[in-house]
């Protein structure tokens, strides 16, 4: 395994893959690596000979008032579990290699990012969809891995490489959770005993929403409200959101009517416990 820290090497190396007629897929981190990731890259493995992944902790998709300074790191057991999955290339380049002095452009979607995480998170994705970018220009893969608890993030790739032209098959890996149900995140570091136990009011609440969905309750006001409630029961949990929505547009759904109940829906959370931002989601078919 190579780690290549700089875009001139990395640009080098995916031009020599291809002219040997060899795919490269590429899987985007910024790096603590948990289950959650490496099924991202054994997911890639198996699409293409050479899988790249990237680590690096984006400054521009954090605001002043996040973790950036306290993202936690571990980059030599990184580096160990990337060689393990068969990974070809560690792209590492430091912040003035993707950021140089007088950096002044960036991509920006004008309407996936007006809903869920963006609300509260204002300048999260023009940072994503930025980086993301400069990595496609980059590492110039065929394939890249995206995995789908960061769906908001997930659909806005789907759409920059729509709306940009990219050559690119985006692929989507399922959340993956901890044996009691708890997404897997890099952020659950975070988290005392006590708010890991709180931390389960998340994926539980998405559960609960289901059950009501599919027992015929159609008020998403109502599913909303309970979830709210249920979710405000476990101690150090502040609500973001709660949102029942369209999976393509992200557009918060009414009542669940006829006509929606063939179409899947999405549910997606976000709460504090404590000070750690945690998010969930589940995509459900109600008509089904
Ligand atoms: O999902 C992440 O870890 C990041 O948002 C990504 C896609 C690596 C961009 O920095």
């Not at 476990?234 to 759904?253: A, G, Q």
Request: with cysteine; glycine share 4%.
């Amino acid at each position: 395994m190579e780690i290549l820290k700089t875009v001139s090497e990395m640009q080098a190396w995916s031009d020599n893959i291809h002219q040997k007629g060899n795919q490269i897929c590429l899987v985007p981190t910024m790096g603590y690596f948990h289950e959650g990731h490496l099924s991202l890259m054994e997911k890639g493995k198996k699409i293409c000979s050479d899988l790249v992944v990237s680590l690096f902790v984006n400054p521009t998709q954090f605001s002043e008032n996040e973790d950036l300074d306290s993202y936690p790191a571990n980059i030599e057991r990184d580096v160990k579990l990337a060689e393990k999955k068969g990974v070809s290339v560690i792209f590492m380049p430091d912040k003035k290699e993707i950021y140089p002095d007088r950096f002044q452009t960036y991509v920006e979607l004008t309407e996936l990012p007006a809903h869920l995480c963006g609300l509260s998170r204002p300048v999260h994705f023009r940072g994503v969809a930025t980086v993301v970018t400069k990595l496609f220009n980059i590492v110039k893969p065929d394939v890249a891995v995206f995995g789908s608890k960061d769906f908001q993030q997930l659909q806005i790739i789907r759409r920059m490489v729509k709306d940009l032209n990219y050559n690119i098959k985006i692929v989507e890996c399922p959340i993956v959770r901890e044996d009691d149900g708890l997404a897997m995140s890099s952020r659950n570091a975070y988290l005392s005993p006590e708010q890991r136990l709180s931390a389960l009011c998340l994926s539980k609440s998405l559960e609960k929403a289901e059950a009501m969905i599919e027992k015929g309750e159609i008020r998403t006001s109502t599913v909303k409200k309970e979830l709210e409630n249920y979710i405000k029961s476990f101690p150090f949990t502040k609500i973001d959101y709660i949102s029942i929505c369209d999976p393509e547009t992200l557009d918060e759904i009414g009542d669940i009517n006829s006509a929606d109940t063939a179409c899947p829906l999405l549910i997606a959370v976000a709460v504090y416990v404590g000070k750690t931002r945690l998010i969930d989601n589940r995509i459900i078919n109600p008509g089904q």
